[in-house]
């Protein structure tokens, strides 16, 4: 559930730090005191839509933060497992800052994050139900997105839409086939030709290396074989070679030795010098016997050379690269082929309409038990908010072909009075009979989805009287297994809060603020008073709200 919300320089609010409670809350206040404010924060820290205009006039940025306790939660766990966010002993700390600018950080734990992490991770934590949620159930993809949820079909119906998708481009595939097979033709013959040159050339990175040392040493035969010849004349040939000179030497400082030993270690440095001089000496007579002027290999060597270079030359890429090009040239070509073989992709498709049709059929006999499971609560729930004999059905309309989500459309049917025939929701319903066919809704969908917390931003718009306490208490029944925030401007619906928060708005030295203060026993009697009387509080007001919430 939601612990803290810190919100600083957001819209009207400075700095404002709220500790929530579990349960059902409601937060109340006089129209514009920025209510909703507290919704947008949470809305915009779990992934919304941020821009410049969410930070406080004249600051330099706005930043909120919310710490939810996930618990045992091992979805939330494995989640943050998966995204290499490091779990805090069953605490989620959520965090965004957006600068003047507009541009956007997020933080997950301490961490770096995207926006669709915080997206992903506000799912698991935060189920929140806005002012304009009825207005959306008019169109079919809100009414089937919030079914399919519902029902627990989420995963399902992703998996069709992949299937679809890929039906869809051996279908695409196939016409482009058949359409364009000449210039695809042409293009095959061009890549099949460039691989098998690649593959004649047959060029290895290794092999090239030793190659181009090769000949190096095969262009410079002569050099080399007079250069060793002239190093080993010095070290051994004459009267000034390197050897005899050491050998000089090294007697020289064994004599003088005698009268100072200290001169010994000179005397070895030298000997191990000769030492290295002779074992010179031997390699370099070694090497000048394995020197071989063979114009023949670098003939060889010239025209392998040449072929690899006109051959990367001719493709613009280095020697190096000729085998990433071949290796795309052969995935190129594969592709090529095989979207040029109309038989072999109309039997692609075939099997993967098959499979896709297979997953739409599994889902279709899912949602039917749950569109009688819906349709029979929310009438339930309809009869509870003044509209008996009212009814609601979930009605599934086959398709002839699977599309992206299944095989059939689904609509909210409604009638709203006894005898009154069933229609289409966005017809029938005039604008307090969507209210509380919507609130219905809501409120059904939101008792079988496993989020801890629930919000509810002034949904109880276009309602009043005894259905607001009908309103009341399923939120208070809801608010029995989760935690549920509401913002209302119904006392009957607050009444029935286990805690309350009002917020108001002050202007100070030219600047104005939302403030949020928590309620205590008798601060609810005057708030309640306040939502029925209005400006002035009376005696009467005092003690109907005394009675709504049973002090």
């Not at 708005?505 to 026993?521: F, H, W, Y």
Request: charged content about 25%; some cysteine.
């Amino acid at each position: 559930m939601l612990e803290r919300l810190f919100i600083r320089d957001f819209i009207l609010v400075d700095r404002l730090e709220l500790d929530f409670s579990p349960g059902f809350g409601a937060l109340t206040g006089e129209t514009g005191a920025g209510k909703s404010i507290l919704v947008d924060a949470l809305g915009l820290l779990l992934g919304g839509r941020a821009d410049a205009s969410v930070v406080r006039a004249g600051c330099e940025k706005a930043e909120l933060s919310a710490e939810f306790s996930c618990g045992e939660d091992r979805e939330v766990a494995r989640w943050l497992r998966e995204q290499d966010f490091q779990p805090e002993d069953g605490v989620v700390i959520a965090r965004r800052v957006i600068d003047a600018g507009g541009r956007s950080r997020a933080y997950i734990n301490g961490a770096p994050a995207s926006v669709t992490q915080l997206r992903e991770l506000g799912a698991f934590m935060v189920d929140i139900h806005g002012q304009h949620a009825h207005q959306a159930l008019m169109r079919e993809s809100a009414q089937r997105a919030l079914f399919d949820q519902h029902a627990g079909l989420v995963q399902q119906v992703a998996e069709v839409a992949r299937l679809h998708r890929t039906w869809q481009q051996y279908e695409q595939a196939l016409v482009s086939a058949l359409q364009h097979s000449e210039s695809v033709e042409r293009e095959r013959e061009q890549l099949q030709w460039q691989v098998e040159e690649l593959q004649s050339l047959a060029f290895d990175a290794q092999a090239w290396t030793d190659l181009q040392l090769d000949h190096g040493r095969l262009a410079h035969a002569t050099q080399l074989f007079e250069g060793s010849a002239e190093a080993l004349a010095l070290l051994e040939e004459g009267d000034a070679a390197l050897d005899g000179q050491l050998a000089h030497v090294s007697a020289l400082l064994t004599r003088l030795e005698a009268f100072d030993p200290a001169l010994g270690e000179c005397r070895g440095l030298i000997e191990s010098a000769a030492t290295q001089v002779d074992e010179a000496a031997r390699a370099l007579r070694a090497y000048a016997r394995r020197i071989d002027a063979d114009p023949q290999a670098l003939a060889r060597a010239d025209e392998r050379i040449a072929a690899v270079l006109d051959c990367a030359r001719k493709y613009r890429v280095e020697p190096e690269q000729l085998p990433a090009l071949l290796a795309d040239s052969q995935s190129r070509l594969q592709r090529l082929q095989a979207e040029s073989d109309p038989a072999a992709l109309a039997t692609a498709r075939d099997a993967a309409f098959a499979d896709c049709l297979a997953a739409a059929e599994r889902l279709s006999a899912a949602r039917r038990p749950a569109a009688t499971q819906l349709s029979e609560a929310v009438t339930a729930a309809m009869s509870e908010l003044a509209m008996p004999g009212g009814r609601f059905e979930v009605v599934l309309t086959r398709r002839e072909q699977p599309g992206a989500t299944g095989l059939e459309e689904i609509d909210f049917h409604v009638a709203a009075n006894p005898g009154q025939a069933l229609a289409p929701l966005a017809r029938v319903a005039s604008g307090g009979e969507l209210s509380r066919v919507g609130l219905a809704i809501q409120v059904i969908a939101s008792a079988r989805s496993g989020t801890p917390t629930l919000v509810f931003d002034e949904v109880d718009v276009g309602i009043g009287g005894r259905v607001a306490e009908v309103v009341g208490r399923l939120l208070a029944r809801l608010g029995e297994a989760r935690q549920v925030l509401c913002v209302t401007h119904l006392p009957q619906v607050a009444a029935r809060a286990a805690w309350q928060w009002s917020i108001a708005k002050r202007s100070e030295n030219g600047q104005t603020r939302s403030t949020v203060t928590a309620l205590d026993a008798s601060a609810r009697v005057d708030e309640i008073a306040r939502m029925l009387g209005g400006e002035v509080i009376t005696d009467t007001t005092r003690a109907h709200a005394r009675e709504m919430l049973g002090a």
